[in-house]
């Protein structure tokens, strides 16, 4: 994309200030400093959503609605999305990709010599719950997960699942109530679910529950689609080598994550930043970033046949589908919900609180973020 | 109180009382010198076997390709030897490496000479609350540095301090204060009085006394003191964190970064990462090992 | 003579102007930071606004201290932090010994031992936390890597375990790497303990008949305790600050892991600052119970000197 941007704004400069490592742990603390220190970046990549929230309270991002206005932004990107951007009748970021975190990845050896159908789809999880039985029983990981933050996404595509799109979102608006029985049936799921997942779990990053499937040591793995990069990358091929489809009873539903891009307060070069913000937001800017990685444009007019066969059914469910936040991925909850919601996972993964106290806590967690 | 320490404290060590057999818990009649010995070596052997283990590891997955160094051949020999990890490991850390070492040595210099001022006075300036003066300054040594990380942040962005090395500089003197000045005091106990007496008598005041007699006496000290800060402000981790970033900070933050933080891991630059990064202080502990120990002994506070 | 009848300020000037940079900056960074960091935990200083000035700030007594200790949470951190110093300090105290008990009589290669007992002091705890998350992977059997692969290609097989991964004594797995990392300098201090008892008092000893056992159970332990003192001060302290060793093998996320430090360092991230400021509190409370007579003991001393 910094290709675009130079072409489209060849009088500004960009430097790229990427702090690596630590999944973005390690940026978000040199961002919290340098914002604190009134030393702003011109611009930093955050999730769209409630993960911003923080920085919005704290009165340290500018207003870009207008620029919205400007660059034709409310007709380019799906009305849906643009609901979920909005606070309090502001937007504070553009989006650059659109990523979908309620994908199952499959690898058809392992399930057809577990006797399954590699082309199989589950319409509900207990029907899923059949084909993981068999998986196990054949010997090989059923489900393949990893560390705190791969258990929380999975826990809401279970919530997603079970509740539906609807009650989905109401778990953070505050209009589902999170003790209630449908609540603790989707729990009791999870729980379910995660006695298919390897014990040695949270030892691991992403990359390596993928891998495992990959290697052919387990059958599933629930990650988001930027885990089509791994599969490309050790040249398998779609269809063949691995296939994938919705979590299993979301299908219609597209569960977003979205990288975007923000104008702090008191940026140094606003101008520069507005440029790239253009950048960003255009077609020509989206098209050439998603394409190198894997997600999708978040603007309604991208051309699908510029993408992989994956990213076209990707194009396809978000113009039609319902789009739910995730939260996993700082789209549904800010900071702090999110930390105590990953605490009460990990200790729930680890036994050491049962599906009544696990239940309190989650509800205890999002409870932090509506006292606000 | 504690001796000058360094040499006359390892050749202490290798001194033997002469003529005292080696009886540990032996059972009598049997063979005394024979078994006990063997066991102890046995004992030695395993021990340092034991202690060797990471080593082992870390050395051997440095120099293994990708495939090879995967968990499940942790204990392998390399199937072949590579230097890739350590050219990898070297592009990625060795800034961080200069930085480290443009963050360590004016620390290290700045708080030993501190240190070295503070254990001149309170040595010699016998003044009531001196003894509680010194445990004050002593208790900043113990103090769990989260009891004052939120205000220190807040403090450290007031006074615009650059984020990075500048502020570690800062915080290494600041809080290396109390350990320089506990090994200082403790070698100015032990240096006679009277070569300082003998200079006050000359009409020497105190500054002067200290420029001129004491600072010329003080190199074994300076040198325990200067290893002693600079391995443990290369080795901090805490304040690096809280104030610096992969990109502006020391070894540390960037190995732990290039280790934990990769998409997708790579053991090999990993350990060989490691290696770079700890061996700095290791040549120091090699070249300078009985001033390391001294070091350690002397900052130990004897009860 | 002459100077030392001299009072006055040229008398005191000189060493305060000496020891004057250290008592400032003593003053502000140590107690003057920890009278702020209380202030702040009084608060109720949890979100981002309020840290900018966006909202306001009001004082709420201890009511932090109350509701982190009261937590389940919080006091699985203080128990993690209890059994992780339990475990590190024996461990320790006893290899520590028993390294400088096997040293303390004439070995050959003595200087090798003693430097290879030692080096793993002179590395951080981050590069040592590379191997050593290698080292305690959970996986046993089949999968097996790291200390449990090495049990069963030396034929203690049974001797494999979870390491942290167990949510109740996990954390008692990182103390390894640590004392792999510390045990050198406990014997070290034994050493120069052992070297600090006069022949005299142990000839005498056996010249009594005391047999081998009686002669450390009545002089050399009792001579060796100040030594040991010393020792646990020391590393008791350092254990409680336990941080970087967890963020190097574990992660901030993990429950099996958590300590108080690494809470501090969450809720720093979430915003947190007036919790971040009472578990910092905490800590020092903790470790000051634990050095603070130590000290005091130790000046008392001196006075008496």
Do not use: C
């Not at chain 1, 911003?52 to 704290?58: G, S, V």
């Not at chain 1, 990650?223 to 599969?231: E, L, N, Q, S, T």
């Not at chain 1, 994956?310 to 996993?328: C, E, H, M, N």
């Amino acid at each position: 994309m910094v290709g675009v941007f130079n072409k489209q704004h060849p009088d500004v400069k960009f430097i790229n200030g990427a702090v690596a490592g630590g999944a973005g742990s390690a940026a978000k603390d040199l961002l919290q400093t340098r914002l604190q220190a009134k030393n702003p970046p011109d611009t930093f990549q955050a999730h769209a959503g409630k993960e911003i929230a923080d920085y919005i309270a704290a009165g340290q991002l500018q207003d870009v609605s207008n620029l919205y206005d400007e660059f034709g932004l409310r007709s380019a990107f799906p009305p849906a999305l643009l609901k979920l951007l909005t606070v309090d009748g502001k937007i504070y970021s553009v989006p650059a990709d659109i990523h979908r975190a309620n994908m199952v990845w499959a690898n058809p050896a392992v399930l057809t010599a577990a006797g399954l159908d590699p082309k199989a789809t589950y319409a509900k999880l207990s029907d899923w719950f059949t084909a993981l039985d068999k998986v196990k029983a054949s010997g090989k990981t059923a489900l393949s997960i990893a560390t705190t933050w791969t258990q929380v996404q999975l826990l809401e595509n279970v919530l997603l699942s079970d509740l539906g799109s609807d009650k989905y979102i109401g778990l953070w608006t505050g209009s589902t109530d999170w003790k209630g029985s449908d609540v603790g049936a989707a729990l009791a799921d999870y729980s379910k679910l995660l006695t298919y997942t390897n014990t040695d779990r949270d030892n691991l990053d992403w990359p390596d529950a993928t891998q495992q499937v990959i290697d052919g040591k387990a059958a599933f793995n629930v990650m988001g689609d930027w885990a089509v990069a791994a599969f490309v990358e050790q040249k398998k091929v779609a269809g063949t080598d691995y296939t994938y489809f919705p979590m299993p009873g979301t299908t219609g539903v597209f569960d977003f994550l979205a990288d975007s891009f923000t104008l702090p307060v008191g940026a140094p070069h606003a101008d520069g930043a507005k440029a790239w913000l253009q950048t960003v937001g255009s077609a020509e800017g989206q098209t050439a970033f998603n394409k190198a990685k894997g997600s999708i444009p978040a603007r309604t007019d991208a051309k699908p046949a510029d993408f992989s066969e994956y990213q076209q059914t990707a194009i396809k469910s978000f113009g039609q589908d319902t789009i739910v936040p995730s939260l996993a991925h700082g789209a549904a909850v800010p900071i702090a919900v999110l930390t105590a919601i990953s605490d009460a996972v990990s200790k729930f993964g680890t036994g050491s609180s049962n599906a009544a106290t696990f239940q309190t806590e989650l509800a205890a967690a999002v409870a932090l973020g509506a006292s606000k | 109180m504690t001796a000058i320490p360094a040499p006359t404290a390892a050749a202490e060590v290798l001194k033997r009382r002469p003529g005292t057999a080696p009886t540990a818990v032996v059972p009598p009649g049997a063979k005394r010198f024979g078994v006990a010995r063997t066991l102890r070596y046995l004992l030695l052997l395993f021990f340092l076997l034991a202690v060797l283990i990471p080593v082992y590891v870390l050395v051997v997955t440095s120099f293994k390709g990708p495939g090879d160094a995967s968990p499940d051949r942790a204990w392998t020999w390399p199937q072949a030897w590579t230097v890739d990890n350590w050219r990898a490991a070297w592009t990625t850390l060795s800034p961080a490496i200069l930085r480290t070492v443009q963050m360590v040595v004016p620390a290290a210099i700045i708080s030993s000479f501190l240190g070295s001022m503070n254990g001149f006075v309170l040595s010699r300036w016998r003044f009531r609350g001196a003894n509680l003066v010194f445990t004050l300054i002593l208790f900043g040594m113990f103090i769990p540095y989260q009891a004052v990380m939120i205000p220190l942040l807040k403090i450290m962005l007031g006074m615009n301090i650059p984020n990075g090395i500048p502020s570690l500089i800062l915080l290494h003197v600041i809080y290396g204060i109390p350990i320089t000045t506990l090994i200082f005091r403790n070698y100015y106990e032990s240096v006679p009085a009277e070569l300082i007496e003998a200079a006050r008598v000359d009409g020497a005041g105190m500054l002067r006394t200290y420029r001129s007699i004491v600072l010329p006496i003080s190199i074994p000290s300076f040198v325990v003191v200067l290893i002693w800060q600079f391995t443990s402000a290369w080795n901090d981790f805490l304040f690096a964190v809280f104030f610096s970033s992969s990109q502006n900070g020391p070894v540390t933050i960037a190995l732990n970064n290039f280790a934990n933080g990769a998409l997708l891991q790579n053991y090999g630059s990993s350990m060989a990462g490691a290696l770079l990064a700890s061996a700095p202080t290791l040549v120091v502990y090699i070249v300078l090992g009985r001033y390391f120990i001294g070091g350690l002994m002397s900052g130990s506070v004897k009860g | 003579m002459s100077v030392r009848h001299r009072k006055g300020l040229t008398h005191w000037g000189p060493p305060l102007l000496l020891i004057s940079p250290s008592l400032i900056l003593m003053g502000v960074f140590v107690y003057g930071l920890i009278g702020v960091n209380v202030a702040t935990s009084l608060t109720d200083e949890h979100t981002s606004a309020q840290s900018t000035g966006q909202a306001p700030v009001t004082f709420v007594g201890v009511q932090n201290y109350n509701d982190l200790l009261r937590s389940p949470a919080f006091q699985h951190s203080l128990r993690n932090l209890l059994l992780y110093t339990a475990v590190f300090l024996i461990s320790v105290l006893v290899l520590g010994f028993i390294w400088a008990w096997l040293l303390d009589k004439p070995v050959h290669g003595e200087g090798i031992f003693r430097s290879i007992y030692l080096f793993p002091m002179a590395v951080s705890f981050v590069a040592s936390g590379v191997v050593w998350r290698w080292l305690l992977n959970s996986n046993q059997g089949t999968s097996a890597s790291g200390l449990n692969r090495l049990f069963q290609m030396i034929g203690l097989g049974f001797l494999q375990n979870p390491w942290w991964n167990n949510p109740n004594w996990g954390i008692a797995a990182i103390a390894l790497p640590a004392v792999w990392q510390l045990s050198g300098y406990v014997m070290a201090l034994f050493l120069a303990g052992f070297r600090g008892i006069p022949d005299e008092l142990r000839e005498a000893g056996r010249i009594d008949g005391a047999s081998e056992w009686k002669l450390y159970r009545h002089v050399i332990f009792p001579q060796l305790s100040p030594v040991a003192l010393s020792a646990v001060i020391i590393i008791g302290h350092m254990s409680l600050k336990a941080f970087d060793l967890i963020m190097s093998i574990s992660k901030p996320a993990n429950y099996q892991t958590k300590v108080p430090a690494v809470d501090m360092y969450t809720l720093k991230g979430s915003y947190n600052f007036a919790n971040a400021a009472a578990v910092g509190t905490i800590l020092l409370v903790i470790v000051a119970l634990l050095v603070v007579p130590y000290l005091v003991r130790t000046a008392r001393a001196e006075k008496n000197r």
